[in-house]
């Protein structure tokens, strides 16, 4: 059975940072498209970044783009997000998926709290 | 970015009735479509992509149609078990955009 296993969330201060990761198992990792998604308390989906496979092409949503960062090491089947200059808006849980343009699998999502 | 409408926010029924919810894009999705259930506290679930195709062990009381901007998700027969909240997102275009969600309530 595939796994998605997140970690790395927690409380951080306005304009700090975090680092998400995600690690697959029982996954074909490396022929994987991944995105990250995240539900805000109480709210619905929203779609923030996507990796392809190879890791040489990333896209964000435009509310992270130029503070968040996606990598991945195909070599240890782990995702990476980078969060910096984070915002009360970006409170929530952080699921990460397998990407097929749909998410056919998903993790059991990390808290990330950003408060003072 | 394509707008993902979809009706009703929230749904009460009886275990039998079938429940009908939709989603209309904002513009042409083709069939690029899933629906995903989600249960209090835990990740979505996929029970329909390319709009009408029932991914593997969901059972057969849940179905999906529709094509271009306008979709439907049934289920058939509710179940005690189906009370949860289900949204659809399109996979057409970057970014990936999804409804708003519909509470589905068992009365």
């Known amino acids: 059975e595939v796994q998605l296993l997140e970690s790395g969330g927690g409380l951080v201060q306005p304009g700090g940072s975090l680092t998400l990761s995600c690690e697959a198992s029982k996954l074909t990792f490396s022929t994987y498209a991944m995105s990250w998604v995240r539900q805000a308390p109480g709210k619905g989906l929203q779609w923030v970044s996507i990796i392809n496979p190879s890791g040489d092409t990333t896209y964000y949503a435009d509310s992270v783009k130029g503070r968040f960062t996606l990598s991945r090491d195909n070599s240890t089947n782990t995702l990476f997000l980078q969060m910096n200059s984070l915002r009360a808006g970006d409170t929530g849980v952080y699921y990460c998926?397998?990407?097929?343009?749909?998410?056919?699998?998903w993790g059991q999502g990390t808290l990330v709290t950003v408060s003072s | 970015d394509i707008e993902m409408t979809q009706s009703p926010s929230t749904l009460s029924a009886s275990v039998g009735d079938r429940v009908i919810i939709t989603c209309r894009a904002s513009q042409s999705i083709s069939s690029w479509l899933a629906w995903y259930q989600q249960k209090p506290g835990k990740p979505p679930k996929l029970l329909i992509y390319?709009?009408?195709s029932l991914e593997s062990g969901v059972p057969l009381r849940f179905s999906g149609s529709g094509s271009g901007t306008e979709f439907t998700f049934t289920i058939n027969s509710l179940q005690p078990e189906d009370s949860a909240n289900y949204y659809c997102q399109q996979y057409d275009t970057v970014p990936s955009t999804f409804g708003q969600g519909t509470k589905l309530q068992i009365k």
């Open positions: 390319e709009a009408s």
């Open positions: 998926a397998g990407d097929q343009g749909y998410f056919d699998y």
